[in-house]
């Protein structure tokens, strides 16, 4: 028999024990897929006494994670840990270092260190793999690295996160608010106890970077992804995006043109006619547009033990049969650089939402600075009290320059017929 693939496990929470339990339950067919076995070795987690629901008596356990990369009875290195930085970076530097290949499913180090980490692993030869970072279950690493490796991809967005998706989808059929929703799905265990990194957008907002790189054959850029979360959407919104023939959901879209990169994570009013619309609770799916193939629609759980082990898994299988290649999907120094895009110079629809003071003259006053910037109204609602006093109006514009737009809400700056910010979203238009 082919010599088993050796692995270590670097982190047991839930991705981590859903890894073991996969290799367990599938234990055979994995091994007639690899053509060789998969076998954890070594075992690293903080709290050596918790109770995890698995076995672990088999693997040897190793205090200090970065320790497992230097192990001679270690062929590859799954690191299950999270964050940017702690001990998951330099367990990926060191097991690269070595040469052994590297499983991750944390974005926040990919999209903060993946170029360097993917320098070294051509470096050294190892394979660095990272298929559960992006859309928890859903295959769209290896659909864009390599089903779609064809195409020239000039569009990549998609529902990144399902936190978000649950909060918004649950808002919508609910008529609720979104700290209602926020904190039942705390409760739930769908949101953590704190849930910035998913309700401000910065969770999908890496794996939008991720996605980008992937696609365009960029360098990765997270520091340009312009980031808006979900925290201001009210149940209003949600409702008159629905009076107007849309849903609100929280996308990441980019593009890359001669205009550069564009990358934005924020609420947007999808119509109902598109596939996004449909993709409801903590699904996540993501859309690639080629220029051979057309829209590639990829959909499913984007987190989870059992989605988010099945995507590390596959990682080891193929790296269990040798096949792996660049991580983003070409050498390093293939990546293009492009210069982030003059994002003013965008045009789209917009979903403007005003709290203004129930007086005559406001909406004269509001459709007066929309004209001046420029800027046309498709159509317009008024009706319905805001919860802290006021009336609210609601419009969408014809299509306008992003800048036009802001220079219409810079005319209406101190106003005191507006009450509060005004609420703007995006009209996904693709
Ligand atoms: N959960 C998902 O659905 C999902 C989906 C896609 C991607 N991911 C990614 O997968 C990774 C793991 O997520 P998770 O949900 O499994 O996290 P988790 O449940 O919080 O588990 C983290 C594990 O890492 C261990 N750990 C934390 N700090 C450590 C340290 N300093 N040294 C050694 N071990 C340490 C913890 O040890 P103890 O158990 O002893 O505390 C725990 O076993 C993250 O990068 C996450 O972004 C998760």
Aim: aromatic content about 6%.
């Amino acid at each position: 028999m082919t010599a088993p693939l050796r692995v270590a496990l670097a982190g047991l929470g839930t991705v981590g024990t859903g890894v073991v339990k996969l290799l367990a339950a599938n234990r055979a067919l994995v091994e007639r897929r690899a053509a060789r076995p998969i076998q954890v070795v070594a075992v690293s987690a903080r709290d050596r006494s918790r109770e995890r629901g698995i076995d672990l008596s088999a693997f040897e356990w190793v205090d200090d994670p970065v320790a497992l990369a230097a192990r001679a009875d270690v062929d590859a290195v799954v690191e299950l840990i999270g964050g940017a930085d702690g001990p998951a970076l330099p367990l990926a530097r060191a097991t690269l270092a070595g040469g052994k290949a590297f499983v991750t499913a944390n974005k926040a180090m990919i999209a903060h260190h993946g170029l360097e980490l993917a320098a070294e692993a051509e470096r050294t030869g190892a394979a660095l793999k990272y298929e559960a970072a992006v859309a928890g279950g859903i295959p769209v690493i290896k659909g864009l690295r390599e089903g779609a490796a064809a195409n020239e991809i000039s569009t990549v967005y998609g529902i990144l996160n399902g936190t978000c998706n649950y909060i918004l989808t649950t808002m919508e059929k609910e008529g609720r608010g979104f700290d209602e929703v926020l904190r039942e799905a705390q409760q739930l265990g769908y949101a953590e106890a704190d849930p910035s990194f998913d309700i401000d957008g910065i969770d999908a907002a890496h794996k939008l970077s991720i996605l980008a790189s992937l696609a365009f054959g960029t360098r990765l850029d997270f520091g340009s992804v312009a980031i808006q979360g979900i925290r201001a959407v009210e149940a209003a919104d949600i409702a008159y995006a629905e009076t107007l023939g849309f849903r609100v959901r929280l996308v990441g879209v980019a593009q890359a043109g001669a205009f550069g990169l564009f990358q934005r994570v924020h609420p947007c009013l999808v119509p109902l006619s598109h596939p996004l619309a449909h993709v409801d609770g903590s699904l996540n799916a993501v859309v690639a547009e080629g220029n051979f193939v057309g829209r590639l629609f990829f959909e499913g759980r984007g987190a989870g033990e059992g989605p988010t082990a099945s995507a590390v898994v596959a990682d080891l299988i193929d790296i269990a049969r040798g096949e792996f290649g660049p991580a983003f999907a070409m050498p390093v120094e293939s990546l293009a650089t492009l210069a982030p895009a003059n994002v003013g110079a965008r045009e789209g629809r917009v979903y403007l939402r005003f709290t203004v003071a129930d007086k005559p003259g406001v909406l004269a006053e509001i459709t007066a600075a929309m004209r001046d910037a420029g800027v046309s109204i498709e159509s317009l609602i008024q009706r319905g009290s805001a919860p802290g006093g006021g009336v609210y109006l609601v419009m969408v514009t014809h299509r306008s320059p992003e800048h036009a737009v802001a220079d219409a809400l810079k005319r209406l700056e101190g106003s005191d017929s507006i009450l509060g910010a005004p609420m703007l979203m995006h009209i996904l238009d693709f």
